[in-house]
């Protein structure tokens, strides 16, 4: 179990409730995220939970908030890890947001700043997949869209990121065990997005280090209910 150090402080809590990005929801999607791992890093580094060095040495930046936004499901697998990095000007204002896209990250502003409200980003979640735009239309230009979550739910059994080797493993059993539920949570996306409210939800935020030792224990317990 982490120890009282690997906490979130007060003040970590604090900066995640106030600089949580605002997060659009497909009216049909079933699954929403049970966590979010929380680390806020004030010098350059690694992200701790996403292949990527962080920079906060600009001259417009204070600190930066990595979101490690834990879903138990993706529409086509167990375990699903997104991210969001919001980049605090040293007035308090966001200087800038980026968030995970497949693998990879994108941008989280638009051009003149118009999904940003105050020190909210309103960012788009892909239906059932979980990738992140401030861009929804985005997301029907990805192959595959409307099949993920039909016909190809459960494809890809469980996975887990590599610091999980060891802690996690499958084979095609687990694997045909998790295709046959996420068959029964097949869904057409509707194309109207409404915003989820979780900012308040102080049992969502924990440090990265509490969620890394939380999901193997929840990635567990699915496999057993199902």
């Not at 979130?8 to 699954?31: C, I, K, T, V």
């Not at 600190?63 to 499901?73: C, K």
């Amino acid at each position: 179990m982490p120890s009282a150090k690997d906490r979130l402080s007060g003040e970590e809590r604090r900066l995640a409730a106030a600089y949580a990005p605002g997060l659009l929801f497909d009216r049909n999607e079933p699954f929403y995220p049970v966590r979010f791992g929380v680390t806020v890093l004030r010098e350059d580094g690694a992200s701790p939970s996403f292949p990527r060095r962080l920079k906060v040495s600009r001259p417009d930046v204070a600190a930066v908030v990595e979101y490690a936004i834990y879903y138990d499901y993706d529409i086509q697998h167990l375990y699903d890890l997104e991210h969001v990095w919001v980049y605090i000007g040293s007035n308090g204002e966001v200087a800038d947001v980026e968030a995970s896209f497949h693998g990879k990250y994108l941008k989280g502003l638009l051009r003149g700043r118009t999904n940003l409200s105050n020190t909210r980003t309103s960012l788009y979640v892909q239906p059932g997949k979980h990738a992140l735009s401030p861009l929804p239309e985005v997301f029907e230009l990805l192959p595959g869209f409307a099949a993920c979550t039909q016909e190809a739910a459960g494809a890809d059994g469980l996975i887990y990121g590599d610091c999980f080797r060891g802690l996690l493993a499958s084979d095609e059993a687990t694997d045909q065990k998790v295709r046959r539920y996420l068959q029964t949570c097949r869904f057409t996306p509707s194309g109207v997005y409404r915003i989820w409210e979780y900012a308040h939800r102080d049992d969502l935020f924990v440090s990265w280090n509490e969620l890394f030792a939380e999901i193997p224990v929840r990635v567990r317990k699915e496999l057993e209910r199902l």
